[in-house]
């Protein structure tokens, strides 16, 4: 197609390479068309368009000037009527018609159509957040978190939005609808630190407390029961810090303490529990600590090292 540089479709009218609006020119990819605009002030780049212009505007305008119309079904069939007659009428300088010429030469490189419409796209440029998300129409979308403070490309459809960063394509959602600050999260985007807070539910502290022992499964269920589900999880979040620490038997006996003193536990009271248990762990003795000690440490000189074997 040779159409004119018009600001809708032409993005800069470069002489060697015209830079066409990115919506047409994906509207022409999609048809498998080739646009080639003309050049400014170059009429005879589409000359025979032009031409054909004012030969249908005799051939029909002026020819249906004095017909009155009163429905416009009636002004189409006398319109396609004359194009019929204008594309069987024989070439004055070359033999055949337009017809002719259409089906012999044109026809056989035709392509069906695509089995969907093309649809409109838009265009827009954003920054990435320190969130790893894009803000587009008070929606939140995320990208992969290493183009933090990256500018990128997006490409809106009305059901699709892709993200481009210098021409590779990064990331895709569905258009979210409805109630205003919804996000859409790819696990895939997410830093690994942000993929295991994901496993921090309820479920999944339920299913390790119940590893630990009853005692302890009883108090998760508890700080879930008792609390929202935004604080319980907080809690529950310190106390497998605090498990880390402890192995499970010790951890069980102290929640089980703890179940038994209060009849409302809390964590402060089983961080106190703890405390004493350490210290009624008995320290070292002093042969032992030298022993680790010079395990720590590696070979100590002994005796013989100065002397003293000899000395005797």
Do not use: C
């Amino acid at each position: 197609m040779v159409p004119d540089n018009l600001k809708t479709g032409v993005t800069k009218p470069l002489r060697g390479e015209p830079i066409l609006q990115e919506a047409y020119r994906e509207l022409a990819d999609y048809y498998h068309t080739v646009i080639v605009p003309s050049r400014v002030r170059k009429p005879k780049d589409k000359a025979s368009v032009e031409g054909t212009v004012g030969y249908i505007s005799r051939q029909i305008i002026a020819a249906l000037r004095n017909y009155p119309f009163f429905h416009l079904e009636d002004l189409n069939q006398h319109i396609s009527d004359k194009l019929k007659e204008i594309n069987t009428t024989a070439f004055q300088k070359r033999p055949g018609s337009r017809k002719e010429v259409f089906e012999e030469e044109e026809k056989p490189y035709l392509r069906p159509l695509p089995h969907t419409r093309y649809k409109l796209t838009e265009w827009k440029t954003a920054k990435v957040q320190p969130n790893y998300h894009i803000q587009i129409d008070r929606m939140y979308y995320s990208v992969p978190y290493e183009y933090v403070r990256e500018q990128v490309e997006i490409r809106l459809t009305p059901d699709l939005l892709e993200f481009y960063f210098k021409d590779l394509r990064i990331a895709s959602h569905k258009r979210l609808k409805g109630d205003i600050g919804q996000y859409s999260t790819s696990v895939e985007h997410m830093p690994d630190h942000h993929r295991l807070y994901l496993d921090h539910n309820p479920e999944n502290n339920r299913a390790w407390s119940k590893s630990i022992g009853p005692s302890m499964e009883k108090f998760v269920g508890l700080m879930l029961d008792q609390n929202p589900e935004k604080k319980a999880l907080s809690i529950l979040s310190a106390l497998r810090n605090i498990a880390e620490k402890y192995d499970p038997t010790t951890m069980e006996k102290s929640v089980d303490t703890l179940l038994t003193i209060s009849s409302n536990p809390t964590l402060s009271v089983l961080k106190s529990i703890l405390d004493r248990h350490n210290k009624r762990i008995p320290p070292e003795s002093s042969a032992e600590k030298s022993k680790s000690m010079g395990n720590d440490y590696g070979f100590v000189r002994g005796a013989a090292y100065f002397g003293k074997e000899r000395s005797k």
